[in-house]
């Protein structure tokens, strides 16, 4: 029983976020921005990467997480040498994308 | 200057103040092998592994402060680094790897000795990169050498294609020269936050990690923790930070730290930890961990700030850099009925585990603990002490009585076993003049044996103690308390070790009887070069206190 309190209380505190990353363009560098979201146990759900101005990839990121979860990722991802910025440009609760089904004899 | 991009390599190296590099030779680094054969300012040194290569190039820049470099051909040289390159990510150590790759050519068309050594390393490195053009040598060489010694400390690959190594280019010393400051600044100001919560705290406790000794700090924390009053204990890695007789040292952290300073972690109001990461190792279970404390943690890294614990205060800086600051902020103070505590525990620990564990009664076989404790009292707390993993080195940082900074080495976050013996080689070539003893268990000693042929050719003085119970000591003591004795695979039938050594023409002596163990070791100590003392321990010894797997700190036993 504990354990499915604990999923509820992970599905309350998980949103969904888009993140806007900007790195160099090179060999790898998808390997290493990505890799630090499995390393996280962190699915991404949507990517989109494209080159705008010549040395530089502009990335779009859609996961689920949890707050913490995510500040721990951006700061892991900051470490990158090839990451030129990170942030978090949209949030939003997953309550509000979808009603929690909950065991109501809980 | 025209040259070819080997000759470029060896330039940069030497350029970049690099004394001594570990390696092994093959295919795809063979033209760099070539430029090094007629380099005088550069000592190769020949491992008999790869992996002793990139542990003795750990070992050598934890000793020297400096960056360590191995050096190793493409496919199977390269992937044999992968260990000592994990053990250095989790370590925090700045290493340098050069691997020879195909030519670029071939690249991609699984040619003979062909591995992404890159792909395969992107986790466990600070940062690498694929040289393809010999033009790139300099500055990316410059460049690997800032990332792994700049901010926190760590590994860095560099790929290097046998077409990059052989193809002309201009060498610019300029291009080496790009990089010049390692030292992060201090970001964050909360220092009159931190001050204010250390002048009025009436229980203080300072954790001292690994990032004390990387910041050359330790007299910044003893003129910081002496001003307020203070008692510092350490973790694995910041042992011999402080001198362990220093009055306000009470003890290691950890699951076999002491029994003191792991208890009174949780009575503490305010716990300040420097250049620690709150492993898990040493927190024990998260759930009961000073939840009553007031936490300020110093580290280099942000990562580490709020990743296991939610901590109060964070200054993110060099610890020599804040604690030099800090300083300034703080008032005289003296906690000494607190102190008191922790050498009232330090008794009952006395009684209970330590006295036991260094006095031998009649018909007891050694323990490990009175070996190290013995070695302790002969080198008066003066040698280096390179540990392996498993029981000896709890039993190795529980009861070596270090005096001098930089004075353990061991593998704490990967616990690599095997990395003694190669770690010490590397030891001993940064500071050829200090006593570098290993102290290593009959199942690692095994795992890097081949490395006692580096000994014997480059004709150095490392002194073995090989502490041989014939098991996986700290594997069977699991499995006596927690696998209800099921001893699954953990007793080794072992060779003749002191044959081994003779074989590559070192020196050893057999002892089995307590008796002995005074003479055996001065002779190990005054042996002229290498030595190997095997001492047979007992086999159902076991680590005491302990902090079990999933318990808190608090629950830590003494038996």
Redesign the interface.
């Known amino acids: 029983m504990k354990t499915d309190l604990n999923k509820h209380d992970e599905f309350v505190n998980t949103n969904m976020y888009v993140l806007s990353i900007i790195t160099q363009n090179t060999l790898f560098v998808l390997q290493r921005v990505a890799g630090m979201f499995s390393r996280l146990r962190i699915n991404i759900e949507h990517i989109n990467i494209s080159r705008h101005s010549d040395p530089l990839s502009y990335w779009n990121v859609v996961v689920y997480s949890t707050d913490d979860r995510v500040w721990l990722l951006i700061k892991q991802l900051n470490k990158i040498i090839e990451l030129v910025d990170v942030k978090i440009i949209d949030k939003m609760p997953m309550t509000s994308l979808r009603k929690p089904v909950i065991d109501d004899r809980l | 200057m025209k040259m070819a991009g080997a000759e470029a390599i060896v330039k940069s190296l030497v350029h970049l103040d690099v004394k001594h590099i570990f390696g092994y030779p093959g295919g795809a680094i063979m033209p760099t092998y070539d430029a090094l054969f007629n380099e005088e300012n550069l000592h190769h040194v020949l491992v008999r592994h790869e992996q002793g290569a990139v542990i003795a190039a750990e070992g050598y820049a934890r000793l020297s402060g400096k960056v360590g470099v191995c050096i190793a051909t493409s496919g199977p040289g390269a992937t044999n680094l992968v260990t000592g390159i994990a053990d250095a990510m989790l370590d925090s150590i700045p290493i340098v790897c050069l691997t020879g790759q195909v030519n670029s050519a071939l690249i991609g068309t699984d040619a003979f000795q062909e591995a992404d050594i ?2 395969m390393t ?2 466990i490195t ?3 990169y ?1 040289i393809s053009k010999a033009s790139e040598i300099p500055y990316i060489l410059a460049k690997a050498f800032h ?1 792994a010694l700049s901010g926190r400390h760590g590994p860095v690959l560099i790929d290097i294609t046998k077409d990059a190594q052989q193809g002309e280019m201009e060498f610019d010393i300029k291009d080496l020269e790009v990089f010049i400051d390692h030292k992060l600044q201090v970001l964050n100001d909360e220092f009159e936050n931190a001050a204010k919560l250390i002048n009025s705290a009436k229980k203080p406790y300072i954790f001292a990690g690994h990032g004390v000794t990387k910041a050359n700090a330790e007299n910044e924390l003893e003129r910081f923790a002496s001003l307020a009053g203070i008692p510092i204990a350490c973790t694995l890695h910041g042992l011999s930070c402080i001198p362990m007789d220093h009055p306000l040292y009470v003890g290691m952290l950890g699951m076999h730290g002491n029994y003191g300073s792991n208890l009174l972690t949780n009575e503490a109001d305010l716990i300040i930890a420097i250049g620690m990461r709150f492993d898990d190792r040493v927190t024990g279970n998260l759930n009961t961990y000073a939840k009553q404390a007031k936490i300020i943690h110093i580290d280099i ?3 580490e700030f ?2 296991n614990v939610k901590v109060d205060v964070t200054i993110c800086g060099d610890a020599k850099d804040v604690l030099s600051e800090l300083y300034k902020h703080i008032l005289p103070n003296n906690h000494d009925a607190w102190i008191k505590k922790f050498h009232d525990y330090y008794q009952e620990e006395h009684d209970e585990v330590i006295h036991h564990q260094i006095t031998n009664q009649a018909g007891q076989m050694i323990k490990m603990a009175e070996v190290v404790s013995l070695l302790s009292e002969k080198t008066q707390g003066n040698a280096v002490i390179v540990s392996d993993v498993g029981q000896h080195q709890m039993i190795a940082a529980r009861y070596y009585e270090f005096k001098y900074p930089r004075s353990h080495i061991t593998s704490g976050g990967l616990g690599t076993m095997g990395y003694s013996l190669p770690a010490a080689i590397g030891a001993k070539f940064a500071a050829p003049k200090r006593e570098v003893i290993v102290i290593v268990g009959d199942g690692g000693f095994q795992m890097n044996i081949q490395e006692l042929a580096v000994l014997t050719q480059e004709n150095l003085s490392v002194k073995i103690i090989l502490l041989n119970n014939e098991h996986l000591g700290m594997v069977r003591q699991w499995q006596e308390m927690f696998f209800e004795e099921r001893y699954s695979f953990t007793n080794l039938l072992n060779p003749d070790f002191i044959k081994i050594a003779e074989a590559y023409s070192i020196p050893g002596l057999h002892i089995e009887d307590a008796s002995d163990l005074d003479s055996a070791l001065d002779k190990l100590l005054n042996a002229e070069g290498s030595f190997l003392l095997e001492v047979m321990v007992e086999k159902q010894g076991k680590v005491f206190p302990m902090v079990a797997a999933g318990t808190g700190v608090g629950d830590i036993r003494l038996k």
Do not use: L
């Open positions: 890159v792909g992107i986790p600070k940062w690498n694929q990332v890294d942000n990562v709020n990743k």
